[in-house]
T-cell receptor, first 115, second 110 residues
Framework: ETGVTQTPRHLVMGMTNKKSLKCEQHLGHNAMYWYKQSAKKPLELMFVYNFKEQTENNSVPSRFSPECPNSSHLFLHLHTLQPEDSALYLC??????????????FGPGTRLTVL | EDQVTQSPEALRLQEGESSSLNCSYTVSGLRGLFWYRQDPGKGPEFLFTLYSAGEEKEKERLKATLTKKESFLHITAPKPEDSATYLCAVRAGNTGKLIFGQGTTLQVKP
């Protein structure tokens, strides 16, 4: 595996389900990110982790719960989602926030549909 | 407020017809401007990072330039495989947060 991988690629869930998205980076990076991409809207940052510590929570509802057990893995736990949460969820990684300009590299995304 | 605006929203070109995409930004303390290409249903693919006004980067038919207020992505003699959405983003401060524009969807017809 190379770059940033995400699983599953597609997910359909009901509003009462609990599911998790997984991201793994094979680039030796220290920072990881979750983004949400809805139709006709710009990419929206959700969370930032730097050396496993959360450094940014962009006012994300508590039904989205991130977890970063180490610098290579990032999870997004989902529970009691709403239909408006349907979107493409993208994971990214970068060398580390102290770097300049610290380019972010993205995974292929998980297409989430909430029924 | 930090902001990124891309224009046009959509662009249709004939194969070989050169053009430019614009990214205007307002940010305090720019720490990098990034161009990405995104194909439908896929994650953004990194193209360029620009950091200083006057900087230019090239890759095949693409050339990115940066001023203090905007960046241009010039496409020379495009081919149908250049069809995609091109995203511009800026990084401000030390948080790692990227602020994205809405993107320009480019269609190149043979």
């Amino acid at each position: 595996e190379t770059g940033v991988t995400q699983t599953p690629r597609h997910l359909v869930m009901g509003m009462t389900n609990k599911k998790s998205l997984k991201c793994e980076q094979h680039l030796g990076h220290n920072a990881m990110y979750w983004y949400k991409q809805s139709a006709k809207k710009p990419l929206e940052l959700m969370f930032v982790y730097n050396f496993k510590e959360q450094t940014e929570n962009n006012s994300v509802p508590s039904r989205f719960s991130p977890e970063c057990p180490n610098s290579s893995h990032l999870f997004l736990h989902l529970h009691t989602l709403q239909p408006e949460d349907s979107a493409l969820y993208l994971c990214a990684s970068s060398q580390g926030l102290a770097g300049n300009p610290d380019t972010q590299y993205f995974g292929p995304g998980t297409r989430l549909t909430v029924l | 407020e930090d902001q990124v605006t891309q224009s046009p929203e959509a662009l249709r070109l004939q194969e070989g017809e050169s053009s430019s995409l614009n990214c205007s930004y307002t940010v305090s303390g720019l720490r990098g401007l990034f161009w990405y290409r995104q194909d439908p249903g896929k994650g953004p693919e990194f193209l360029f990072t620009l950091y200083s006004a006057g900087e230019e980067k090239e890759k095949e038919r693409l050339k990115a330039t940066l001023t203090k207020k905007e960046s241009f992505l010039h496409i020379t003699a495009p081919k149908p495989e250049d069809s995609a959405t091109y995203l511009c983003a800026v990084r401000a401060g030390n948080t790692g947060k990227l602020i994205f524009g809405q993107g320009t969807t480019l269609q190149v017809k043979p």
